[in-house]
């Protein structure tokens, strides 16, 4: 990669968006007032072809922030050192400013699920993250941030508060966090629980990026309000009002918009992301206001 491709590798605390195929020529054309992209790795894992020309042409003008979505962190079994090194292959390529995975498993023996998968917070299972956490930073040179799962059950297994969980994780890893308040607000929601009270044990000081996606509603068996995180439309009223209690505690961070199906129109998306820049923005003007009180 070229200095100047180079030059804006760190990702600003602005809003960015999902980097998909249907706008991949309006963003050249029109070259949008974003913050950065991101990018799922298993899409870019192809030796070349369109996708990798559009992503380099984009890469050129924006910073990037790499998504994984299928290393399993969680997973029972060793992390499949293949995929792994493709992973790494897509992060040196394009020299992503953030690089993040769940918490959560997809993968078990040689089958890979579409699902990412919650687990128990239990001893056991808090050391096997951390050690697959190990590895993959070991693997790229680099933090990883860890992003909290959006779940439909609870284990009965599980002895350790999901925020708990995340804080022991950054502890022994040296891990970051990728805070995705939807996922809050859907978790939060299947299990009766308060999402701003999960939110204020939450370790933010840790928090590198934040993620906000639409939910869809839907029922379980008995007839209770269940969500499904789908990414499917606009982010709900609910989370921009959590996202903006959370911005109010930490200051600007990077913040991403998930569509990721039913793709809409590029100005439907791109005004999800304007929305979130607003957010940001007044937060900054306040904290800049502060400092000059100060």
Partial sequence: MSQSERISAT????????????????????????????????????AGGPP?????????????????????????????????????????????????????????????YNDLLPLPYTEETLQRVADHIDEVQQVLGRQMLLENPSTYVLFEDSVIEETDFLMRVVDKTGCGLLLDVNNVFV?????????????????????????????????????????????????????????????????AVPTLIEWDAEVPAWEVLYAEAQRAQAILTQRQKQGASYAQVS
């Fill in 187 to 251: 978790s939060a929601t299947n299990s009766g629980r308060s999402a701003s009270e999960y939110l204020t044990s939450f370790p933010v000081e840790h928090v590198g990026e934040i993620h906000l996606g639409g939910h869809a509603p839907d029922e379980d068996e008995q007839g209770h309000p269940l969500l499904i995180d789908a990414h499917d439309r606009e982010v709900a009223d609910p989370v921009w009002h959590l996202y903006r209690a959370v911005i109010d505690r930490v200051g």
């Fill in 52 to 112: 990798h020309a559009y992503l380099k042409a984009i890469r050129a003008r924006y910073p990037i922030s790499l998504h994984g979505v299928g290393l399993s962190i969680g997973g029972m079994q060793p992390l499949n050192k293949d995929h792994l090194q493709r992973v790494k292959q897509v992060h040196d390529r394009y020299q992503p400013g953030l690089f993040s995975e769940h918490l959560a498993w997809s993968s078990h023996q040689p089958a890979y």
């Fill in 11 to 46: 990702v600003p605390a602005g809003a960015g968006l999902g980097l998909k195929a249907d706008h991949y020529a309006q963003i050249l054309e029109t070259k949008p007032a974003l913050g950065f992209f991101e990018v799922h790795a298993e899409n870019y894992m192809g």
